[in-house]
């Protein structure tokens, strides 16, 4: 089974970008984590992150018949664009969103989020560990799914 691990803006400042909120995990670090989580899981992983919503979308569009899900962390964009949610419902590609804060306990503005409606789980407010939940929740539905059919 593939799996899609994309992340969204100013992600690849993990690390360095307020450390208080985010840690200092980078992503690359996040990255090599999910790597053994998937090879203990039997799944590949494929890796993009974006600062140019286009190219997310199109990122998005390309999965399609490639992998079976998404991990999703679209940044500043959870809170902007149902364009990303739309993407992933227009390729029937399921998805878990990731926010390494809990965006529900944070500015007014980040509390709406585009992508929950269709999510099939959210995890949020575990920091970078966060990921590894998601991925490990995001191939056991899919395995369910898969078993059922
Ligand atoms: C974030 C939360 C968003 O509000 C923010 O814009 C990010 C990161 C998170 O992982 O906590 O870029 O998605």
């Not at 998937?38 to 190219?55: H, I, M, P, Y």
């Not at 959870?78 to 992933?88: G, K």
Request: glycine share 12%; proline share 3%; aromatic share 6%.
């Amino acid at each position: 089974m593939r799996i899609a691990v994309l992340n969204g803006p100013n992600l690849n400042l993990l690390g360095i970008r307020e450390p208080e909120i985010y840690g200092t995990v980078t992503l690359a670090e996040i990255e090599a984590r999910l790597e053994e989580v998937g090879a203990e899981l039997g799944v590949t992983l494929l890796f993009s992150q974006f600062n140019d919503e286009g190219r997310m979308l199109d990122a998005i569009h390309n999965c399609r018949g490639v992998v079976a899900g998404a991990l999703v962390n679209a940044g500043a964009w959870t809170h902007t664009s149902l364009a990303l949610r739309d993407a992933f419902t227009g390729v029937k590609l399921p998805y878990v969103e990731v926010h390494l804060s809990n965006i529900y306990a944070r500015e007014p503005e980040r509390r709406h989020s585009w992508l929950a409606p269709g999510a099939l789980g959210i995890v949020a407010g575990f920091g970078a560990e966060g990921y590894e939940l998601a991925l490990r929740g995001l191939v056991r539905a899919l395995s369910a799914a898969e078993g059922a059919a």
